[in-house]
C-alpha cells in the first residue's frame, strides 16, 4: 500500500487538517507532514507541539529537506492538502518538481504528476544525457561536442538521438555519411537534417536516430521508440551512450549522469523546468545572462555560462562569395558572408533568402545541419552551382567561467564512479 506526506499550511484551521489527515489515514498511511506556511488560523503554540494538533509528525522550516526526509522514510505519494495564499501555483509546482525528482507522486484537489518512468538500460557500459528546457538551446551542439571529446580519449561513444522527424524505426548513422547520402535522405521523403544525422556527421562518432511524439510537463513522451534505439546503440559495443534529448523532452532511458542545457528563464524556472535541472549533475546557461545563472545554481550544483560558435567543417577561401544559412546562431568568424539568413527553420523567408544568395552569386553556402538544409538548402546550392560546407556550433564557455569540457569530463568522471 502506498504511503503519503502529507502537505499543510496556517491559512486551514488545524481541526479541519486534522480530520482531512485522519481520512487520509483510511486510505493509505500517513508518513507525516510538510508545513508550507501560513498562520491565519494559526494558534500560538501549534508548531511547538504539531503532532498534538494534527495527528502526524510534521516537519516545519525547509518544505524540499521536509520532503526528502519523509521520503527517505518510505512515502510514494504527496498529498497536497494546502492552498494559496501560502501554498499557490508557483509553490505547488516547485515542489511537484522535488517530488518527482524523488520518484513521489503528487496529487492535488483536482490534478495528479507522476515521474517519467525510465526503462533501465540495455547495455552494460555507462549512459549521460543531455536535455534541454526547450526547443533550440543548443543540445545538439553540446551533445555532439561531448561525444567528439570523448572520441578523442578513446572511449568509443555511441549517440542516441530522439526527435519529433526521427525514424519510424531506429536507424544508425555511421560518421563517415556523405552529403551524397544526406541528398538521398532527403529526396526519399526522409528528413535528412535530424539530429542524429547532424551528431554523426559533425562529431565523427556513430549515432542512433529515434522518433518521439508529444511532451508532458515533466519531460515525459506520449511515445517513442528510444528504447529500441538504445538496443541498437548497444549492439555496437559502444564505451560510452551520449542519449540526447528532444525539445524539453526526456530520453525515456535511465542513465549514471545528465547535462542541462538551459535556453531560457521561462523553460527553466517556470511550471516543471526546475525538475530537469534537479535531475542533472551540470546546468549549461545560454548566454552571458548572470542573473538566470544565478537563478538555476538553486536547482543544479553545478553552473556554466556558454555561447554557440560557428565554425565552417572544410576551409573556405579568403575571398569567397559566401550565404550563411543559420536558425539564429551567432556570427561566423574571420568571414564576411556576402548573404546572411537566420531563417533556416522558417521555409517561406528562406526561400526569398535562397533567391538573394543566386543572385548575389555566392560560391559557397555554408549551412548548419538542421531544419531546411538538405532538402532546400543544399538542392538550392546544387542548383546555382555553388559549394555546400556544413557548420557546426561549437560551445565555448562565456568569459570568466569555468572550462566548459573540463566540465563535461567531469561529468562523465560521474559515471565512472557509478560503474565502480
Known sequence: MPAAIALIDGDHHPAAVRDALARLAERMPVRGA??????????????????????????????????????????????DLADEPSHGAAAKLELACVALDLGLRYEGADFELRPP????????????????????????????????????????????????????????????????????????????????LEDAV??????????????????????????????????????????????????????DATVCVVGSREGALDALGPYRLLRSQLALVAGDDAALAHAVGRWCPIVVRFELVPEPVAAVEPGTRVAFFTTGAGDLAGLEPVVTSRNLARRGALAEDLQRARDERCEVYLTELKAAAIDTVAEAAEAAGARLVLVRNRPVACAGERDLDAALLAVHRLTEAVAA
Open 34 to 79: 510538510v508545513f508550507c506556511g501560513g498562520e491565519e488560523k494559526l494558534a500560538p503554540g501549534v508548531l511547538a507541539d504539531p503532532a498534538a494538533h494534527y495527528g502526524v509528525p510534521v516537519l516545519d522550516g525547509d518544505p524540499h529537506g521536509a520532503l526528502r526526509a519523509f521520503a527517505a522514510a518510505g512515502a510514494s505519494v504527496v498529498i
Open 117 to 196: 518512468a525510465f526503462a533501465p538500460k540495455p547495455f552494460p557500459c555507462p549512459a549521460v544525457a543531455v536535455i534541454g528546457t526547450g526547443k533550440r538551446t543548443g543540445k545538439t551542439a553540446v551533445c555532439g561536442h561531448w561525444a567528439a571529446l570523448l572520441r578523442e580519449r578513446g572511449l568509443d561513444p555511441v549517440v542516441v538521438a530522439m526527435g519529433r522527424g526521427g525514424p519510424a524505426e531506429p536507424v544508425l548513422a555511421a560518421p563517415e555519411t556523405s552529403l551524397s547520402e544526406l541528398l538521398a535522405i532527403a529526396r526519399s521523403g526522409r528528413h535528412a537534417a535530424s539530429d542524429y
Open 202 to 255: 559533425l562529431a565523427g562518432v556513430p549515432a542512433v536516430g529515434c522518433r518521439r511524439v508529444g511532451g508532458g510537463l515533466s519531460g515525459a513522451c506520449v511515445e517513442s521508440n528510444v528504447l529500441e534505439g538504445a538496443r541498437l546503440a548497444g549492439e555496437q559495443q559502444p564505451g560510452v551512450v551520449l542519449f540526447e534529448g528532444s525539445g524539453a523532452a526526456v530520453p525515456p532511458v535511465d542513465v
